[in-house]
């Protein structure tokens, strides 16, 4: 199984939404704080210079926000994304 990372911030409701599918999902993650300036850039500079949170990552696959997220879970993608199997 990849590595799950998720960036985020306090109060955000898309990233309470995007971690509430993958706890449905039973998938560990790793949530990262985006609240100080130099994670902030850390994060834009991997997700290609997006600064909204949350910003997902599979494995090495940038996943987008938490629409992004439920897009695939939609379009039956997310599961074999998150068991390794598709990028």
């Known amino acids: 199984m990849p590595k799950i990372e998720i960036y985020t911030t306090f109060l955000c409701p898309f990233c309470s ?3 509430k ?9 790793e949530e990262i704080d985006a609240g100080s300036a130099k994670v902030r850039a850390a994060m834009r ?3 290609g210079g997006r600064n909204s949170v949350p910003q997902i990552f599979i494995g090495e696959h940038h996943v987008g926000g938490c629409d992004e997220l439920y897009a695939l879970e939609q379009k039956g993608d997310l599961d074999p994304l998150l068991q390794g199997s598709a990028a």
């Open 17 to 19: 939404r995007a971690k």
């Open 21 to 29: 599918l993958l706890d449905r999902k039973g998938v560990a993650y």
């Open 45 to 47: 500079e991997r997700a």
